[in-house]
């Protein structure tokens, strides 16, 4: 039993190192490259097994999964390759190895682990109902009742002796172990007595130095600070009040001059509670909606619409003297342009038109080929079924011959069993040895780092006698400085401190005054851009009243000549299309009765009848999508005509 025991638990190591995406044929290369320490015999057994798991993975992981769930919720997931192997053993393996060895097998396990398990996967009523169900949606239903179900069923009265035999065991072994079990005998420690320790002499306890008390400066802030936070507060008012004179100025400008009117004293004054940094009383304001609110643009639109409208004006001046000159007109042009792009039009609408009429040939050619594929699947099952009855028949003859060579295994087993003992004996006593050698070693390890330790000590008992030596020397405390005293160590320029703030001082003036120029600057050059984008809006809106005018004159004109649209010609590739889609139809028609089904999309069928409606409504909103698609681009050309003629104008 034990031998069979070592052969399972083999089995299940090589299960545990399998991944999810390793394939079976390198599961078993590996498997076989790390078992050739093993004899052939067992080689053989461990690799048969492995294989079979693999092979009826599926099958094993079914029954195994509704054991955790129903019977086996307290077992450990450990254990779960264990029991898929006794379930491909009890399966697949019970008539060859014999009963006798299936139970020497399962003896050779936990018991009661075994028990549980056997018990759950022989009862009748789980193989009669979802072990059969859940295998015939993997294998044909009549294979797995003739070939696996069946042969369980008969072993169903020894299995059940087993299981008995199982129990009695369980209940005979629980008192015995209680009663050969060994008590640990503590045994008293070997030891010298030790040698007994002088007193130490005690350290004198060093006196610490009294720390100085911290400065009150420390908690206090400089004077510096001080000037600089009053400096940042007069800026910032004076930069607010800078600010507030220059939005005024640009409010007022924003408007243009048909709009404006002068500033009132109240109107100031809302102004200036508007932009005052601190706001202690909000006044009492009343809106007024007027008729026509300006778009509000910022200076880069206003810039860039300005210049768009100036080359506009350029290229008409341009144009007017190109035709005082005796430049030709491009009348001629645009009517050769609209009948060119009614032909493009007409061109895209038939080319639509085809595309739409190719989709639904290859629809009919499809199904078409879906007919001739049912086809040529059934006489491929027939040829299938013919190999698998070939098949069968080499199956049984290999399992024969396998046969043959499990009676050979075990009778070389038998014989490799009796030098087991001495081997046994031999490798306890290397283990002993080896295990004194390191004990020793380790004794000498432990003294060495006492003796390193001891050394360590001390030099760091010196280290600190040095450090706290060198702390109760007498430092000294202050140092006289004189600021107006120049340091003297040669180098251009050199000067005192007193002088040093002096020309830093006069450094800031003259800042403050770069300051104050700098900033005129930019208002005076806010004040200037401001009119100059004032001068840009009105000639913006001169512009757009006059293109707006012209351009609602020309779309009178393009509406009421698309009122009377003309019929579109019919084109010839949407003719050929219709008349080979007609075709294939009829092929399809012709070709439905051989197959003894009814075709798919034929509105004739009463079956069909859901499928033709599908089909209708489907080229219906093809159509209506088509349309959709003409009317928007009947629309953008007529934008493009719009705006083709602004640009004209």
């Known amino acids: 039993m034990a031998y069979y025991g070592k052969c399972i638990e083999t089995v299940i190591e090589q299960l545990d190192r399998l991944k999810p995406g390793d394939s079976p044929e390198q599961a078993l290369e590996a498997a076989s490259a790390s078992l050739q320490t093993l004899s052939s015999q067992k080689q053989a057994f461990v690799l048969e097994v492995l ?18 769930v129903r019977d086996g919720r307290l077992c450990l997931w450990a254990d779960y390759n264990l029991f898929k192997v006794i379930c491909y053993l009890a399966t697949f393996q019970l008539g060859e190895l014999g009963f006798q060895l299936f139970c020497d097998i399962v003896k050779s396990q936990p018991l009661d682990k075994m028990c549980k398990f056997l018990r759950f996967f022989f009862s009748p009523l789980n193989l009669s109902s979802w072990v059969k169900d859940e295998w015939s949606l993997v294998y044909e239903a009549a294979y797995v009742k003739e070939n696996w179900i069946a042969p369980l069923m008969r072993w169903q009265p020894e299995v059940q002796e087993l299981i008995k035999q199982l129990e009695a065991m369980l209940v005979n072994q629980s008192p015995l172990s209680k009663t050969k079990a060994k008590v640990t005998e503590p045994k008293e420690f070997n030891l010298t007595t030790p040698r007994s320790r002088a007193i130490p002499m005690p350290e004198p306890v060093p006196a610490m130095a009294k720390p100085r008390p911290v400065p009150r400066s420390t908690y206090q802030q400089p004077k510096e600070q001080h000037l ?8 910032r008012r004076r930069a607010e009040e800078l600010l507030l004179r220059a939005n005024v100025e640009e409010m007022q400008c924003a408007v243009p001059r048909s709009r404006r009117e002068p500033p009132t004293q109240g109107s100031k004054k809302n102004l200036q509670l508007r932009f005052m940094p601190r706001i202690l009383k909000t006044p009492k304001l009343t809106f007024y909606r007027p008729n026509n609110i300006p778009i509000k643009l910022n200076a880069a639109a206003i810039l860039r619409e300005g210049a768009l409208y100036q080359r506009q004006v350029e290229r008409e001046l341009q144009r007017v003297d190109k035709l005082v000159d005796g ?5 001629e042009f645009l009517e050769w342009q609209k009948k060119m792009q009614a032909k493009d039009q007409e061109e895209q609408l038939a080319a639509g038109e085809c595309r739409r009429l190719l989709g639904k040939l290859s629809h009919e050619e499809a199904v078409l080929a879906r007919q001739q594929l049912m086809q040529g699947n059934k006489q491929k099952a027939d040829q299938k079924k013919e190999e698998m009855t070939e098949l069968m028949q080499q199956c049984a003859e290999r399992r024969l011959q396998e046969e043959r060579s499990m009676r050979e295994l075990v009778e070389r087993v038998t014989e490799a069993q009796k030098n087991v003992k001495v081997a046994q004996t031999k490798l306890l006593k290397g283990r002993q040895q080896i295990v004194q050698e390191v004990i020793e070693e ?21 280290l600190i ?6 702390e109760t020397q007498p430092m ?4 006289l400085v004189d600021l107006t005293q120049i340091p003297g160590y040669g180098l251009e320029g050199e000067m005192s401190m007193v002088e040093l703030r002096e020309r830093l001082a006069l450094l800031k003036d003259a800042q403050r005054r770069a300051e104050e120029d700098k900033r005129n600057q930019i208002i005076q050059d806010k004040r200037s851009k401001s009119q100059e984008l004032q001068n840009v809006v009105e000639q913006i809106s001169l512009c757009r009243a006059a293109m707006g005018r012209s351009a609602a004159l020309r779309w009178e004109e393009k509406k009421a000549g698309a009122a009377a649209p003309g019929l579109r010609s019919q084109d010839e ?6 008349r080979r889609i007609e075709e294939t139809a009829a092929e399809r028609r012709r070709q439905a009765p051989l197959l003894h089904v009814s075709a798919p999309r034929t509105p004739r ?4 009848q859901p499928r033709a409606q599908l089909e209708a409504q489907h080229w219906l909103e093809l159509e209506q999508s088509r349309e959709r698609r003409l009317r928007a681009r009947q629309r953008r050309g007529s934008a493009c005509g719009r705006a083709r003629d602004l640009e004209a104008a």
Not at 442 to 462: F, H, V
């Open 573 to 578: 590739r949407v003719l050929a299309l219709q």
């Open 465 to 470: 006698s040095q450090l706290r030596a060198l």
């Open 51 to 68: 294989s079979g798991c693999l092979e009826y993975h599926k099958l094993l992981t079914t029954v195994v999964d509704a054991f955790y």
């Open 476 to 479: 000294r405390k202050g140092k």
């Open 327 to 331: 430049a030709g007109d491009f009348s």
């Open 228 to 235: 600089l936070d009053k400096a940042k507060r007069h800026n």
């Open 605 to 608: 069928a009463p079956r069909a």
């Open 442 to 462: 380790s004794r000498e390890l432990l003294q060495r780092s006492a003796e390193a330790a001891k050394e360590e000590q001390r030099r760091r008992c010196e």
